[in-house]
């Protein structure tokens, strides 16, 4: 949640009050280390065949060094382990090209999450 809190409520100015919600109590959540250090978040809510990975956060100083891919990848494989085909994600619009370089595809219109412009993407696992 440090790490959320940083990147979410702190960078973004998203309120605590959306960041956090009833889907934190029952989803898996992964923790990237640096160093034995927390750097980097995911979670992943699965139903109805469908891996929804959210809450993908890295801090500053790790951003752009795969770990972020790899928060992605380990999620995709996550749900595919529990029994999902699809995986699931709402992008924020500046990071689209990071999901497409990672399979994803965008799907229907933006829409405004938390006031930042966001697309549902999905790929097939």
């Known amino acids: 949640m440090?790490?959320?809190?940083?990147?979410?409520?702190?960078?973004?100015?998203?309120?605590?009050?959306?960041?956090?919600?009833?889907?934190?109590a029952t989803a898996l959540h992964l923790v990237a280390l640096a160093d034995g250090r927390p750097v980097g978040t995911a979670r992943i809510v699965i139903?109805?065949?469908?891996?929804?990975?959210?809450?993908?956060?890295?801090?500053?100083?790790?951003?752009g060094t795969g770990l972020g891919r790899a928060l992605i990848r380990l999620a995709m494989e996550e749900s595919r382990l529990a029994g999902a085909h699809t995986a699931k994600l709402g992008a924020q619009t500046h990071a689209l090209g990071f999901y497409e370089a990672l399979g994803f595809?965008?799907?229907?219109?933006?829409?405004?999450?938390?006031g930042i412009p966001h697309r549902d993407m999905t790929c097939p696992l």
């Open 2 to 24: 440090d790490i959320r809190r940083t990147v979410f409520i702190d960078e973004q100015s998203v309120p605590e009050t959306i960041e956090r919600d009833m889907f934190d």
């Open 47 to 63: 139903g109805g065949g469908i891996g929804k990975i959210g809450r993908v956060a890295v801090l500053k100083p790790y951003r």
């Open 105 to 114: 595809t965008a799907q229907g219109d933006e829409y405004l999450d938390a």
